[in-house]
Structures are given as C-alpha cells and as structure tokens.
C-alpha cells in the first residue's frame, strides 16, 4: 500500500482569464480620466455661468427709463386694449350653446370662426347627407343666436363609401353684450 503518485506541473500553464483581469483594469482606468476630465469641464461651466450670472445681476441695478410714450401711441394702446376688452365681453357663452342645442349626430363640426367685429360666424363641417344639412341650417335660423344663416358652400365626397357633404355656413351672429 504505497502513497498515491504525486503529480507536479513545473511549467504553468497561462489561464485564459488573466488576460480579461487586465483589459477590464484598462478599460476601467480610461472610464476614470473621462470621468475627471468631465466633472472638470462642468465644473469650469458652472463657475463660468457663476460669474456671467454676477455680472447680470450688477447690471440689473442699473435702471434704464422708458422712453415717454407719446400721445398719439397712447391713444393707440388704449383702442387696443378696448377691443380686446370688447371681444372678452361678448355673449360667447350663448354662440357656443346655440350651437351644442342644435348638434346632430349626423352632423360634425370642423371649424367656427367668429368675427364679433362684422358680427357674422363662419361654420364648417360635414353631414351625412345633404337633408340633414338643410335640417341643420332650419334649426340654427330658429334659434336666438344665429339668423340669416345660409349655405356658402358644399361639396358631396363621392370618392368615399357614405357620401357625406362637407360644408360651410355663414350666419349672422346677434351680439348683444
């Protein structure tokens, strides 16, 4: 009953993974430097809009007077500002509910283009047919809001399957603020 034979390998053989230590130990060490060399980079950026930011601000102390507003400009502003005024103050509230009492699942709305100033409404839409377009143009002349309501133009798709007409209306809008 003898030892087991001993078996020594005097010339060791190179694993493969030693090799991957070092090139991830690289790959590692680059990732570094670029990391520095960014964080220096944002840093100059941040103390660069830091400075730029001091700068505004000694400025900003600085008061510059507006120049006088002449008379005439004046008049102008305030025109401006009373037509804006004007538009805010109309019944829109009524136009849009005129327009919801009188919707039809047939019908749909694309655009409503309001001109307070000519006191007129552009409508335009589609129907499924031209006899609920009439029906539709019947029911917004009954209504309070809207009169003298006419068709300015109309067109049958015939290249699609249900053949709705597209349209567009004209009304006069009676606004009273």
């Known amino acids: 009953m003898g030892l087991p034979a001993l078996a020594l390998d005097f010339k060791r053989t190179p694993r493969p993974w030693a090799w991957l230590g070092v090139v991830l130990l690289v790959i590692g060490a680059a990732w570094l430097v670029q990391v520095v060399n960014s964080e220096r980079a944002l840093s100059g ?63 749909a709305l694309l655009s409503i ?24 143009i019947t029911r917004l002349e009954q209504g309070r809001v809207l009169n003298h309501v006419y068709l300015t133009s109309h067109e049958v798709r015939t290249q699609d399957a249900e053949q709705p007409v597209r ?11």
């Open 45 to 107: 950026q941040i103390d660069l809009a830091a400075a730029r930011q001091q700068v505004m601000a000694r400025h900003s102390k600085i008061k510059v007077a507006a120049p006088p507003l002449d008379a005439e400009a004046l008049q102008q502003q305030i025109r401006q500002a009373n037509a804006i005024l004007q538009q805010l103050a109309l019944p829109w509230d009524a136009l849009f509910q005129t327009l919801e009492a009188t919707r039809d699942q047939d019908i």
């Open 113 to 136: 283009q309001p001109d307070a100033a000519k006191q007129s409404v552009r409508i335009g839409g589609e129907a499924k047919n031209l006899t609920t377009l009439l029906a539709y």
């Open 167 to 177: 349209f567009s209306l004209a009304a006069h809008w009676a606004v009273q603020p």
